[in-house]
């Protein structure tokens, strides 16, 4: 099952380190009095972006994506039985081999095939809603 202390501290570790980056990235006070001949323009070679723009950038997007799932993991969840979803859970999420779920909850093979397709399909429409909703 999915803990939802662990999604906030994801969220929150996620936040401080934006912000470090943007306070890395803030220009230190500079004076007011300027030497003869310096300007306030940036230098050519420091308007590049670096590589960890990119990192920070494919960073922010799988957060992104993560948090996006479990948003839509957890309409889902409230959306079908108990049961259902555990089965989910322990197969998809948990891993767990499909003989392993059946024997565990005291279904059938088959019962836990048609579960993983049902509630596959209800997260995939509401990840896309959510995604459409977002943009």
Known sequence: ????????????LTLWRIRDQIRKRQPECTSIHR???????TGTVERIPGPEGELLTALWEEEWKKDLFERAL??????V????????????????PASKVA??????????????????ALLNKETQRLRAKAE
Request: glycine share 6%; charged share 35%.
């Open 103 to 120: 024997r565990s909850l005291g279904v059938s093979l088959a019962r836990v095939y048609v579960t993983k397709h049902r509630i596959a």
């Open 35 to 41: 030497r003869p001949g310096e300007t306030d323009r």
């Open 74 to 79: 957890d309409k889902v969840r409230a959306q």
């Open 81 to 96: 039985d108990e049961k259902q979803f555990q089965i989910f859970d322990l197969y998809v999420l948990q891993e767990w």
């Open 1 to 12: 099952m999915i803990r939802h202390g662990a999604r906030s501290r994801r969220g929150c």
